[in-house]
Structures are given as structure tokens and as C-alpha cells.
């Protein structure tokens, strides 16, 4: 038994799927059946149910996933420990984004960071809140950066800037004639993010109430959204790194008059031995962020 044994079963409980699993582990089908068959001879216990459709963890098999998750937490801990102990700021580091605040921080991040830390890769990956907080337990990622209120549990939350949300309205809109929109005249037409974008939630919060074809669309980006307000279907609210995603389009950004905003902040596991570097990027991020808002 070794910890590629424990990463394989793992991917197969993560997938229900042992050719997904493979793929996802870098190797042949037959290699991930064959080296998990011989887990399961080692250890004398089924971990799997297997049909044609399905893989399904056995009750026992349960038992043993959640033991390897510790086994890997431990010797990715021993691993981390190591790294910090001789340059905290070289290697990989896993970064989880919601997918609000990705495509528009981290391309005026990036070269600042790479400036900043030359050792230091950064390996982003987009989700919302709750599917990275998940991949923080599970440490498939060391951080994330999100825009809503610490987690409950054993996390670190290191603040980084407030970004205000701007009124995006259709050209020729009422609204559009006013120097700052109040919040709640938006409600009218507003459209909303899809369920699980922490954004649909603080947009509602901030205008009261969503617009009639709201209930009948709801974007899965914002950019489909800001596509939408262009197309004369409504009006939303986009956060203020956004802005430059109307340029070209027939879309009128505006201040709002009731200050709606939102605070992003990196949060990591309150174990993470490299919060050093955490803190070095949330150092050169606010700086880029203070040059743009």
C-alpha cells in the first residue's frame, strides 16, 4: 500500500466512474482497476460496488476513503511543512476563485505576483463559493478567494479590499440619466446570477427584489448577464473590477447611491504552514486592486 494507492480510490469515490478516475490520475483504465483491485486483495475487504453504469464505495469501503483522506492530509502537511521550512514562496500554490472575481483580478494579478515572487506558481482554479470551500477540506486547494463572510469551521481569513457594485443598464434607459441609481429602483427589471454565485444573493439583498424575467433567466456568468443588460433585457449589477467587461458594448455603468459593495478576502485552512505566503499575496493583490478601484 502507498499514497498513490489512497489518491486512486479517492478519485474513484470522487467520480463513481473508474474511467473518469483514471483520467483524472494520468493513467490507464486498466492501471487504476488493477492497482485498486490489489488494495482490495491486500486489505481483504471490497471497497467498491461495480456495475457497468456505476461504482459505488462499499460500507467498509467508506471507512477506509475517509482514513486515506487523513493519510494523504497528513503527508501533504509533512510535505508542506518541508517546503515552508526551506522557501515558503517556491512551488505550486493552489488558488481557488469564484468565478465573479477571476477573470477580472487575477489577469492584473498575475504579472505583479510573478514580479513579486518569481518561484512561486500560482495554479488557479475557478468555482463557486461553496465547491471551494469543499476543495479547501478536502485540500485539492490551499486558498481561495471569495466575497462573502468567513466559513464556519477551522479556517484563516485574511481581509483583502471592499469593491462596490456599479448599476449596468441598457443605453436609453430611465435609469441611465441619473448620476448615482438607488439600489432599489433596480428591482424592476433586475437580472440575477443562476443559484450557487454568492453574487445572486448580495444582488438581491442589495435591491430588494429581482425584475419579472428574472425568474425565467438566470445566467450562469456575468459576462451572459452584461450580454443581456447590451440586449435591452434588464438591468444587474456588476462588481467594480468588471467594468471594463462593457467596453464596446451598449451598456452605461453607474454608482449606486446606497453604496452596495462586497469584501473579498483569501481564506485557507487555519492549518496551512505557508500563511506567509498568503500574506505576501494578499500584499501585492491589494496594491494592484488600490491602482484600479
Request: proline share 6%; with cysteine; hydrophobic share 50%.
Amino acid at each position: 500500500m502507498n499514497l498513490r494507492d489512497l489518491q486512486y480510490i479517492l478519485a474513484v469515490a470522487e467520480h463513481r466512474h473508474f474511467g473518469r478516475a483514471a483520467e483524472a490520475c494520468h493513467i490507464s483504465q486498466p492501471t487504476l482497476s488493477t492497482q485498486v483491485k490489489k488494495l482490495e486483495e491486500t486489505l481483504g475487504v471490497v471497497l467498491f460496488e461495480r456495475t457497468k453504469k456505476w461504482v459505488q464505495p462499499t460500507e467498509v469501503g467508506q471507512a477506509v476513503l475517509a482514513e486515506a483522506r487523513r493519510a494523504l492530509e497528513a503527508a501533504d502537511g509533512m510535505m508542506a511543512i518541508a517546503q515552508a521550512a526551506r522557501d515558503p514562496f517556491s512551488g505550486p500554490l493552489r488558488l481557488g476563485v469564484i468565478p465573479t472575481l477571476g477573470p477580472y483580478l487575477m489577469p492584473l494579478a498575475f504579472a505583479p505576483l510573478r514580479e513579486a515572487f518569481p518561484v512561486l506558481t500560482i495554479d488557479p482554479w475557478e468555482d463557486v463559493t461553496e465547491g471551494l470551500l469543499e476543495r479547501l477540506r478536502q485540500r485539492q486547494i490551499d486558498a481561495a478567494l471569495i466575497a462573502t463572510e468567513a466559513p464556519v469551521g477551522n479556517f484563516a481569513t485574511i481581509p483583502l479590499f471592499v469593491e462596490p457594485f456599479l448599476a449596468a443598464l441598457p443605453v436609453g434607459h430611465p435609469l441611465a440619466r441619473e448620476d448615482r441609481v438607488r439600489e432599489e429602483a433596480l428591482g424592476n427589471d433586475l437580472l440575477v446570477l443562476a443559484d450557487g454565485h454568492c453574487m445572486r444573493g448580495q444582488t438581491i439583498a442589495a435591491c430588494g427584489r429581482t425584475g419579472p424575467n428574472a425568474e425565467a433567466f438566470r445566467a450562469a456568468g456575468l459576462q451572459t448577464l452584461i450580454h443581456m443588460v447590451a440586449a435591452g433585457y434588464g438591468t444587474t449589477l456588476i462588481p467594480g473590477l468588471a467594468a471594463g467587461a462593457v467596453k464596446g458594448l451598449d451598456v452605461v455603468l453607474r454608482p449606486l447611491a446606497g453604496g452596495a459593495r462586497r469584501e473579498v478576502a483569501i481564506v485557507a485552512r487555519a492549518s496551512f504552514p505557508r500563511m506567509t505566503v498568503l500574506e505576501g499575496v494578499a500584499r501585492v493583490i491589494r496594491g494592484v486592486v488600490a491602482e484600479v478601484l
